[in-house]
């Protein structure tokens, strides 16, 4: 969910960097509005998109770990290495990290939402102070001792203190604004602002929106009254107006200016290559989509792949893996003794006398033999099968005991949420459980995981080409903080 959230931020900037950089000084004002109101949809939406061409089509690198059998200390035990599936348990404690986040959400969401609510009533106020009368098929409020401008939907709220001559001008105005539907845009930003309350660019967002609309506005009303006249009008006019980011309102200090200065540019034609600046939306939503299309998967996600890019390989990959290897050994002229050993382990997987090789008495101890090629797999109590029958009865049986067994009381209250215990292990020649080892943050949750792994129940080791091996599996348990 964080790196949602954060991927959304990141768009997002990178959209208005853009709009700033490129759009803003642009007269196209009506491209500019679909621009501010679709690219925040687009910063929801793209993380959700992955394109498999595009990740297949850059390079990948690949760590793999496959599941081995190591040579014991003795020529008659093998170590073989599993992962098993991972096990989440369900704890208690009395209040999470994840649970304080979604409080303080839900309280901002409620805020913002109570916020919204008083900016309606106050709208509501005004209409019921007001004179109603229509005008032309617009409905017009006269607020009484008041020199305020603005329209909401499809209302234009007016001060009974302008003039005659302002309130023309400004009805024009208004008009312009509701003929073009301009407080859905801002009301669309006040309901992601409910939910992103927290997002600063949201609030940036709508204040761009803003300035544009009155653009758009004025630059029709223009062309309606007379470019001179009206832009007289602007500068003659100092007036108050009410707080309300989800109205259009005429008069505003800060953007009057701004407002003057496009006016005034909006005389000059603008080239239409200037167009082709909006065709930067293709690259930047590219860079976006290879970003997550290339987003690292899931363990069991990536697991699957690597199976599959390696049940497709070729021979003729091999091969070519081992010409590269004989030019770098040629390159060299000599190997260390650890380059050695480990060329002359991998001969023996790959010799058809398999341990009765010449070389392996002398890489017995680091020799890797992968887990699949174990002829029986160590059986829980109970299982019995084929052996994938018998490794399934393993897995469910470890995950049922573990989840049984594990305590889920934990007095350390800096135990929180969710938190990942590594835990290894090895069922041995004889069928016991030995060398359990535990990782994780806390190590109350290390000493709880060896005690459960240590009282699991005598095993039927595993065997190999007649002889009784010792398996080593590998048991991701998730101990869930309620």
């Avoid at 997002?12 to 000084?25: C, E, I, N, R, S």
């Avoid at 500068?235 to 107006?241: E, G, I, P, R």
Wanted: aromatic share 10%; proline share 3%; glycine share 4%.
């Amino acid at each position: 969910m964080i790196h949602y959230i954060l991927q959304i931020l990141v768009f997002q900037l990178l959209f208005l960097v853009a709009y700033d950089v490129f759009l803003k000084k642009e007269l196209h004002f009506n491209w500019n509005r679909i621009y501010l109101i679709v690219t925040p949809i687009l910063s929801f939406i793209l993380p959700f998109i992955k394109i498999d061409f595009i990740r297949n089509s850059i390079p990948e690198e690949y760590i793999i770990q496959l599941p081995a059998v190591m040579l014991g200390g003795s020529s008659s035990e093998y170590i073989a290495s599993e992962t098993l599936s991972e096990i989440t348990i369900a704890g208690t404690s009395a209040i999470s990290a994840a649970l304080i986040i979604q409080l303080i959400w839900l309280s901002g969401m409620i805020i913002a939402f109570s916020v919204l609510c008083f900016k309606f009533y106050k709208v509501y106020q005004l209409k019921r102070k007001g004179v109603s009368t229509k005008l032309n098929g617009t409905r017009v409020i006269s607020l009484p001792k008041t020199d305020t401008a603005f329209s909401f939907l499809n209302t234009i709220f007016i001060g009974e203190d302008l003039s005659e001559k302002q309130k023309e001008t400004i009805l024009l105005h208004e008009k312009i604004h509701i003929q073009q539907y301009h407080s859905i845009d801002l009301l669309f930003f006040e309901f992601i602002k409910i939910i992103c309350w927290f997002n600063p660019l949201v609030y940036l967002y709508q204040s761009k929106m803003v300035l544009l609309q009155e653009f758009i506005a004025d630059e029709k009303a223009a062309s309606l009254k007379g470019k001179n006249e009206y832009y007289n009008g602007l500068l003659s006019q100092v007036f108050n107006t009410e707080s309300i980011s989800f109205i259009n309102t005429f008069f505003n200090h800060s953007l009057i200016k701004k407002r003057i200065i496009m006016l005034q540019k909006s005389n000059l034609k603008q080239n239409k290559i200037t167009q082709l600046k909006y065709l930067l939306l293709v690259p930047i939503i590219g860079v976006m989509l290879t970003y997550t299309s290339c987003t690292q998967e899931t363990n069991a996600q990536a697991g699957t792949n690597q199976v599959s890019k390696t049940s497709t390989s070729s021979k003729s990959d091999i091969i070519k893996n081992i010409e590269a290897l004989k030019e770098s050994i040629a390159v060299k002229g000599e190997m260390t003794k650890e380059e050695e050993l480990a060329l002359k382990s991998l001969m023996v997987l790959t010799d058809g006398n398999k341990l009765e090789s010449p070389y392996y008495n002398e890489v017995k101890d680091i020799i890797e033999i992968p887990f699949g090629v174990i002829q029986k797999v160590p059986t829980y109590p109970g299982c019995t099968g084929d052996n994938e029958a018998l490794k399934q009865c393993f897995t469910q049986n470890i995950m049922q005991f573990v989840g049984a067994e594990f305590n889920t009381k934990v007095d350390n209250k800096d135990i929180s949420g969710k938190q990942r215990i590594a835990v290894k292990f090895k069922i041995d020649n004889t069928g016991k459980v030995t060398n359990v080892q535990a990782r994780s943050e806390f190590k109350e949750l290390e000493n709880e995981a060896v005690r459960v792994i240590s009282s699991l129940p005598q095993m039927l080791p595993g065997e190999h080409e007649g002889k009784k091996v010792g398996v080593q599996y590998s048991l991701p348990i998730i101990f869930d903080i309620k």
